[in-house]
């Protein structure tokens, strides 16, 4: 399909179903972080769950990674659709 205008920058991706195919899918591929390799589909907020207490608590702030530590909202809790940040008061209602 692409190109669909002038410059355009879009692409395709193939998409295999393996399930339909009848054969079993490769298994998922791993990428760096600062522990070492991690699966190549492991979430940000997924790795921060895994982290130390003080890890997260340095990355969030003491106040926002508490209440990320305990489960009352999420990284996406945290940032407004502009991409502002929303305050520790703002998440604190959210409770």
């Given at each position: 399909?692409p190109?669909?205008?002038?410059?355009?920058?879009s692409?395709?991706?193939?998409y295999?179903?393996y399930?339909?195919?009848?054969?079993?899918?490769?298994p998922?591929?791993?990428?760096a972080?600062?522990?070492?390799?991690?699966?190549a589909?492991?979430s940000?907020?997924d790795?921060?769950k895994?982290?130390?207490?003080?890890?997260?608590?340095?990355i969030?702030g003491?106040?926002?990674?508490?209440?990320?530590?305990?489960?009352?909202?999420?990284?996406?809790?945290?940032?407004?659709?502009d991409g502002r940040e929303v305050?520790?008061?703002e998440?604190?209602?959210l409770?």
């Amino acid at each position: 399909m692409p190109p669909i205008h002038f410059n355009c920058r879009s692409t395709t991706i193939p998409y295999i179903n393996y399930e339909a195919l009848g054969i079993p899918a490769p298994p998922t591929g791993t990428r760096a972080s600062v522990d070492g390799q991690v699966p190549a589909d492991l979430s940000y907020e997924d790795w921060l769950k895994r982290q130390p207490a003080a890890t997260v608590q340095r990355i969030l702030g003491k106040g926002k990674g508490k209440l990320f530590l305990e489960g009352k909202v999420t990284l996406s809790d945290m940032v407004r659709s502009d991409g502002r940040e929303v305050t520790l008061a703002e998440l604190k209602g959210l409770e």
